[in-house]
């Protein structure tokens, strides 16, 4: 049965890919992971030997892998080793987006970063807006991910095309359970991290609660930082998006000491 979230004018309403002609920096590594024939998708990894996770980053729309190059130190400074990953089409990645495809890109990727020791344990998950869906997915079906951070995720896709003129009236039970992240975030039971900015008016507050409420996991935080929106996170005062994910991070070194 065909579905109105691989139609066409659904996804070219959710996406907005660009392209990406930066070289990395000269210590990263790049990586391409077959996602379908002909179609490759790129991620690039930052090595970090000392980092105490692996940190896999599902990126927000419009953006691309290389916006990360210059604040991965950040990160590695939280003791972990980041790998940006992009959608079809983005950046250096082949092919078509859409939201099926990202949802399946991203366990194909997690796979192959897994089975070829790129991506070494504990592996903690981030999606940031349009890539917290890549990281709800992957988290709801791979029990062995160690953790979950999602930053000014959105809990339903259907508000995203709605504000640019596509209407969707109805939604059926297969649909919801694919592509709703607050129905999908049930399923997530790692240690999560919520976080989203209380002036965000492209994706409200209220969805970061929502997913919040929904969320499967016994350990569960939710941050809404003051004074920043959606795209200004990293820029809320004395340091609180760093902060929030450090205080994260050390509880689950807490836990795993219990």
């Given at each position: ?190 240690p999560l991290l919520i976080m989203h900015g209380e ?60």
């Amino acid at each position: 049965m065909s579905s109105v979230f691989d139609s066409k004018q659904f996804n070219e309403n959710l996406f907005f890919p660009r392209p990406d002609p930066l070289p990395g920096p000269p210590d990263c590594e790049e990586i391409y992971v077959q996602v379908d024939e002909n179609v490759s998708v790129h991620c690039r990894k930052h090595p970090a030997p000392q980092a105490r996770l692996s940190l896999l980053f599902f990126h927000g729309n419009g953006e691309v892998v290389s916006d990360y190059d210059d604040i991965v130190q950040a990160f590695t400074a939280l003791g972990m080793e980041m790998t940006v990953c992009d959608y079809r089409g983005y950046g250096k990645s082949g092919g078509t987006p859409s939201l099926r495809n990202s949802l399946e890109d991203a366990r194909t990727i997690y796979q192959y970063l897994k089975d070829n020791a790129i991506l070494r344990s504990p592996v903690c998950v981030m999606g940031r807006s349009l890539g917290a869906a890549s990281a709800i997915e992957l988290c709801s079906r791979f029990s062995e991910i160690s953790a979950c951070i999602i930053e000014s995720g959105y809990a339903d896709p259907i508000p995203l095309v709605e504000r640019r003129g596509l209407r969707i009236d109805q939604t059926t039970p297969e649909e919801d359970a694919l592509f709703n992240n607050s129905l999908k975030i049930k399923n997530v039971h790692c240690p999560l991290l919520i976080m989203h900015g209380e002036d965000d008016f492209l994706i409200l507050p209220k969805e970061a609660n929502l997913n919040y409420t929904q969320a499967g996991s016994k350990s569960k935080t939710l941050e809404i930082l003051e004074g920043v929106g959606h795209n200004d996170m990293m820029m809320a005062e004395n340091g609180g998006y760093f902060s929030a994910m450090r205080r994260f991070l050390e509880s689950l070194s807490q836990g795993n000491r219990q």
